[in-house]
């Protein structure tokens, strides 16, 4: 960074061999928030300790995260006429705003399971160039073949530098819907679709959303737990349809 002319200052670059993501880094952005504000920086980066994914701070110290990366990415691409079959890969974790953004400007999205591995494996497939998770793992596949938060940062930076916008302004760019969670405890695995009054709740609510939203249920490949994810417009209503198909799960398989 540096090299290329910028005013650079680092912190918590002093590793003892026990202090990896202590309270910094990509797992920590409050950290890179209390830093921007402090120095008054263009812009904060954020890697976790073995540099595969980066959050970024703009200058009003507010965090700027891989779905809002890939937005503003994806939309240089397409400008550029660079992203491959106008399309990008994200998992199904990622805001559905997504899909909007690029669509409104004649790209869309792909999606795979949570994981970079699923994100680069559906990247080789289709011939893509571009795809990551909202957690900061995002590839540039012209550069490399895994997630790289140098890459990653210095990408942003060149677009920043190309519009001679602040991050700010250009992570306006997405749109992001407002998201509702719930990550319960199961006793049991049974198939969704053998979840009949939850699977009720699920085709209820996306017919309340009409398309401006989606709802996304499984089960954790870890834990003995379900996640729900329920993004819309309006999170009054969404945070409603998450506790009632929340307190069906807790009927049905509830720990």
């Known amino acids: 960074l540096r090299e290329l002319g910028a ?14 993501n202590d309270g910094c880094g990509s797992i920590y952005p409050e950290e890179i928030q209390r830093i921007v504000k402090i ?18 701070c703009d200058e009003d110290g507010e965090i700027v995260d891989g779905d809002e990366i890939l937005a503003i990415a994806a ?11 106008n399309t990008m890969v994200a998992t199904v974790m990622s ?7 690029l669509g409104a400007h004649g790209g869309k999205v792909v999606r795979t ?12 497939h289709q011939k893509l160039n571009l795809g990551g998770e909202q ?17 990653s940062a210095l990408q942003v930076l060149r677009i920043m530098h190309k519009t001679g916008q602040p ?19 199961v006793k049991e695995k049974r198939p969704l679709a053998e979840l009949t009054a939850v699977m009720k709740l699920v085709s209820d609510a996306e017919k309340e959303l ?23 417009r309006e999170l009054d209503i969404i945070d409603k349809q998450a506790d009632r198909i929340a307190d069906a799960i807790q009927r049905e398989i509830g720990a």
């Open 167 to 185: 991050l700010g302004k250009l992570k306006g760019c997405l749109q992001k819907y407002p998201q509702a969670q719930r990550n319960l405890p």
């Open 7 to 20: 005013d650079v200052a680092v912190a918590h670059n002093q590793p003892n061999g026990m202090n990896i």
């Open 210 to 232: 009409s398309g401006k939203g989606r709802v996304l249920l499984r089960y954790s490949g870890t834990e003995p737990k379900i996640r729900l994810l329920i993004e819309g």
């Open 39 to 56: 120095s008054g920086a263009d812009v904060g980066i954020s890697h976790d300790g073995d540099a595969d994914r980066v959050l970024l």
């Open 75 to 85: 939309l240089d691409l397409l400008e550029a006429g660079r992203l491959e079959q």
């Open 95 to 101: 805001n559905f705003g997504l899909d909007e953004t």
């Open 113 to 124: 399971k949570v994981g970079d591995r699923y994100v680069l494996e559906e990247m080789v």
């Open 135 to 151: 957690s900061g793992h995002v590839i540039f596949r012209d550069f490399t073949t895994t997630g790289d938060g140098i890459i």
